[in-house]
């Protein structure tokens, strides 16, 4: 397992949470919801700020794709997210299948007792938080790094 802090980034419409990992890659926990600014530059901006805060090595952003595995708009946003992030940052970004973490984070949320209501200020992080889950719990076990880097076929 590489050594070094990770981001973990679910973009959405409204809100993109923001998860880190230890610096052992162990285990992710949540840190910010960040709204979304259209022009992209506030939210771009806060999100490097908080890799640079935390002295991160990699950032890992969900990559939306449908059931089918097939592209949808969400993913073209999220990839072009991850490009103006790629932008900003000295570290790789890397872009990893999260087919439902959205599910699941209201799932396990819904399971905590919280209402829809309260649900939507974190909901963001909790699913950042298992997308990067998932990417250190697949590196540990494979050996290699989870998903794509942003500047493969796959991210292009």
Same mark, same amino acid.
């Given at each position: 397992?590489?050594?070094?802090?990770?981001?973990?980034?679910?973009?959405?419409?409204?809100?993109?949470?923001?998860?880190?990992?230890?610096?052992?890659?162990?285990?992710?926990?949540?840190?910010?919801?960040?709204?979304?600014?259209?022009?992209?530059?506030?939210? /771009?901006?806060?999100?490097?700020?908080?890799?640079?805060?935390?002295?991160?090595?990699?950032?890992?952003?969900?990559?939306?794709?449908?059931?089918?595995?097939?592209?949808?708009?969400?993913?073209?946003?999220?990839? /072009?997210?991850?490009?103006?992030?790629?932008?900003?940052?000295?570290?790789?970004?890397?872009?990893?299948?999260?087919?439902?973490?959205?599910?699941?984070?209201?799932?396990?949320?819904?399971?905590?007792?919280?209402?829809?209501?309260?649900?939507?200020?974190?909901?963001?992080?909790?699913?950042?938080?298992?997308?990067?889950?998932?990417?250190?719990?697949?590196?540990?076990?494979?050996?290699?790094?989870?998903?794509?880097?942003?500047?493969?076929?796959?991210?292009?």
């Amino acid at each position: 397992m590489r050594p070094g802090v990770r981001l973990g980034v679910d973009v959405g419409k409204a809100r993109i949470g923001v998860a880190r990992s230890d610096l052992h890659g162990m285990l992710a926990t949540p840190v910010e919801t960040v709204a979304r600014d259209q022009s992209g530059t506030a939210d /771009v901006a806060r999100i490097v700020a908080i890799a640079a805060d935390l002295d991160a090595t990699e950032v890992i952003v969900g990559l939306p794709l449908a059931l089918s595995g097939s592209a949808t708009a969400s993913t073209d946003d999220a990839v /072009v997210f991850a490009r103006a992030l790629q932008g900003g940052l000295p570290v790789p970004v890397r872009l990893v299948d999260e087919r439902l973490s959205t599910v699941s984070a209201q799932s396990a949320l819904r399971a905590s007792g919280r209402t829809a209501k309260t649900q939507r200020p974190v909901v963001d992080q909790v699913a950042a938080t298992i997308i990067l889950q998932h990417a250190l719990d697949s590196e540990r076990a494979s050996g290699r790094p989870a998903g794509t880097p942003l500047d493969t076929p796959e991210g292009a």
